[in-house]
């Protein structure tokens, strides 16, 4: 399987963040990249570098101040003082409900926060090139797929799903699946199903999709009454407009073991069946994975194997995008378990 990774996701490495009101080692960093390389290494899997432009199609998904602020955020930040090189910038203050967010403040951090769902999204020198070259893959991708590919699989980071059309969340900025189904979509794939097995929900991707019919979304994930991100995610989400009945949210109680999630993963994978789209593209988040150290959700190593397996069974043409697994150590495997059991389901 053609699989993109980008060897300058070092690049974007932020310290610490936040966690349970102590700053604590940023469980999205670049070890999660290494692992992940040195595994596909070690099992004989050729890699490739993103090579194509993904500009047009980021502008579809995201908004243009948006992402006209992500890729001059770091430097408006060294602008304002030198020594910020050495200092993470986090967002204070945000324009819920009633306040202003058609106008952009001057103030860094007022925009940072005008940008952001959560204070959980620390910005660095490299995001920007970074997150773009995970959008480039998911673009490239899409071309493979288009020029008769089966499966592709994008080892890039951070994830991408949080990211709304404008704003940054859950270590998310663009949107890497969203912009990987848009491209199918404009290399004239009819229908594109979107099938997020990440721990969390991607609201990020409801949302942009959430009023359209050419793109449909489903998500397995972890409750969000009591997981990230909390304010999207329930089951009565189906879509709106042209969209109803295109989103389909199966949330799931924490300490969910690989018999039930996957008994829940057969009825998302029906529905996408049954819809009969043209092209698959999956958020893989592999944080489903018992030992996760940020998420609850009971899968093993062996499990990986098995969904990549069922993955293929549907019998799409698909594009795998990483999104979260933050047990760093056993990403590589667990992600390389999913690539080669989608290759034997289909050997
Ligand atoms: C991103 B993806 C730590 C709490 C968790 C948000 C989790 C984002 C997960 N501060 N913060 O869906 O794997
Ligand atoms: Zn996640």
Request: charged share 15%.
């Given at each position: 399987?053609?699989?993109?990774y ?22 999205e ?16 899997h ?13 502008h ?19 602008a ?27 103030n860094?951090?007022?925009?940072l ?22 959008a ?5 991708a ?18 991408g799903?949080h ?35 990440d ?28 997981e ?47 819809l ?18 940020i998420?609850?959700f009971?899968?093993?190593s ?17 594009v795998?995008?990483l ?14 378990n ?10």
């Open positions: 399987m053609i699989t993109f980008d060897p300058q996701h070092t690049r974007h490495a932020p310290i610490f963040e936040f966690y349970r009101g102590a700053r604590v080692p940023c469980f960093n670049p070890s999660r990249g290494q692992f992940v390389f040195d595994e596909l290494h070690a099992r004989g050729s890699l490739r570098v993103p090579s194509v432009d993904s500009t047009a199609a980021i579809q998904i995201h908004s243009a101040r948006y992402i006209d602020f992500l890729r001059t955020a770091w430097l408006q930040w060294l304002l003082d030198s020594n910020n090189a050495h200092v993470q910038p986090f967002p204070s203050a945000w324009p819920v409900r009633n306040l202003r967010s058609d106008i952009e403040p001057q860094f951090i007022a925009k926060g005008l940008y952001s769902m959560d204070n959980g999204t620390p910005l660095d020198a490299g995001t920007w090139a970074v997150t773009k070259a995970a480039d893959a998911a673009v490239e899409a071309h493979c797929i288009a020029n008769g590919e089966r499966g592709v699989f994008c080892a890039t980071r951070p994830p799903h990211a709304g059309a404008d704003f940054m969340g859950g270590y998310c900025f663009l949107n890497h699946a969203a912009i990987g189904a848009q491209e199918l979509r404009n290399l004239g794939f009819a229908k594109v199903a979107i099938f997020d097995v721990f969390h929900h991607g609201n990020g991707t409801q949302e942009i999709f959430y009023q359209r019919d050419d793109v449909f979304y489903g998500s397995l994930h972890g409750n969000p009454s009591t990230y991100p909390f304010y999207l995610g329930h089951a009565d989400e189906v879509g709106v407009g042209n969209g109803l009945s295109c989103n389909f949210n199966l949330p799931l109680p924490a300490q969910t073991n690989a018999v039930d999630w996957f008994a829940a993963y057969q009825i998302v994978a029906n529905r996408i069946a049954q009969k789209p043209s092209a698959l593209v999956v958020s893989l988040g592999l944080d489903t994975f018992i030992d996760d150290p998420a609850k009971k899968l093993t062996d499990d990986y194997f098995e969904l990549g397996r069922r993955i293929g069974d549907i019998g799409l043409p698909t795998f995008i999104e979260g697994g933050y047990a760093a150590q056993a990403l590589g495997v667990n992600a390389v999913v690539i080669e059991g989608f290759e034997a389901s289909y050997r």
